[in-house]
């Protein structure tokens, strides 16, 4: 059945592309063809949904929670790189939610340091925001056939949320810098390291503007996690660690990883030996959200 799903799925979206086309272009398509295109939608996505829902419950019958067996679910339904990209997208959406709330994913009060690094990049990303919505307005006016009309009004708000989720996503899901000296990589929902205390073998401030993808293999096997263009702090690796990449490759950092963080100071005295003392609330930043200092680039050059 998991199978007929995902045929079902691939062999979808190519005939609704084809009817949408047909439509736009002007051509007069029978309404017993779009009744039952439409019928048809509506079949594969009940089957879709039981499916998903077939591999849900069997998920929290093996003892996962709600959120990890509705991501199981969401594996076993569409194919690795599709099911990533959905994973993706709904934990950036969840993100509009904690940043509403002003919480923070993954940040306890026992942690160090929760450092922010959306500093780089906030300015860009609001701008693009700005953009998409001046180019949804101004295609609302100027475009005079209402399917088009709508398809592009559909994929502009969308465009705008997903960049408002993608910010979100980031200002809620700090790096981390645990109470036992271990560290947690991330940007936003595409990507998740987690170092531990005895991997790393040294931290300091280095501001560096290297060239590359947000997740960046360097040739001598390092690892660099850029924003906007830019690294500020260099950890030694005493040994290898493995990460997961953005579409679901896995990989390994080897010598050291570089990354950017809004305040590096902080960040790299709390991976020292010496560094902050460790207690209920020590060295957290306040809690995100709209109006907060995280994610405007609260930190300092160093």
């Known amino acids: 059945m998991r199978r007929a799903a995902r045929v079902a799925l691939w062999l979808l979206l190519p005939g609704e592309l084809v009817v949408l086309v047909l439509l736009v272009g002007g051509v007069e398509v029978p309404f017993a063809v779009v009744a039952a295109a439409e019928v048809l939608v509506l079949a594969v996505l009940a089957l879709e949904a039981a499916v998903w829902f077939g591999l849900y419950r069997a998920a929290r019958r093996a003892g996962l929670p709600p959120g990890a067996a509705s991501a199981r679910a969401v594996r076993g339904l569409l194919p690795p790189v599709a099911a990533r990209l959905a994973a993706h997208e709904l934990r950036a959406l969840h993100s509009l939610v904690l940043w509403a709330l002003r919480r923070r994913h993954g940040v306890r009060g026992g942690e160090v340091v929760a450092a922010g690094y959306t500093g780089p990049q906030t300015a860009l990303l609001w701008g693009m925001v700005f953009v998409s919505v001046v180019e949804t307005v101004a295609l609302a006016v100027l475009i005079p056939w209402p ?14 949320l997903f960049l408002v989720a993608l910010h979100a996503s980031c200002v809620t899901r700090p790096h981390v810098v645990g109470a036992d000296r271990s560290l947690r ?23 560096r503007f290297p060239e590359g993808r947000l997740v960046h293999a360097r040739e001598d096997g390092g690892l660099e996690l850029i924003v ?8 030694e690796l005493s040994r290898p660690v493995s990460y997961l990449r953005p579409l679901g490759g896995r990989a390994e950092a080897v010598g050291s990883v570089r990354f950017h963080a809004d305040d590096p100071a902080a960040v790299v005295a709390a991976l020292r030996p010496s560094g902050p003392p460790v207690g209920p609330g020590a060295g957290v ?3 995100t959200g709209p109006g907060s200092a995280v994610g405007r680039g609260t930190g300092t050059d160093v």
């Open 147 to 160: 399917l088009v009309h709508a398809v592009a009004l559909v994929l502009d708000v969308y465009g705008v």
């Open 185 to 207: 990589l991330r940007y936003g929902a595409l990507f998740d390291l987690r170092v531990p205390a005895e991997a790393i073998a040294g931290a300091r401030i280095e501001r």
């Open 228 to 235: 906007a263009g830019q690294t500020t702090v260099a950890v």
């Open 285 to 287: 930043a306040a809690p």
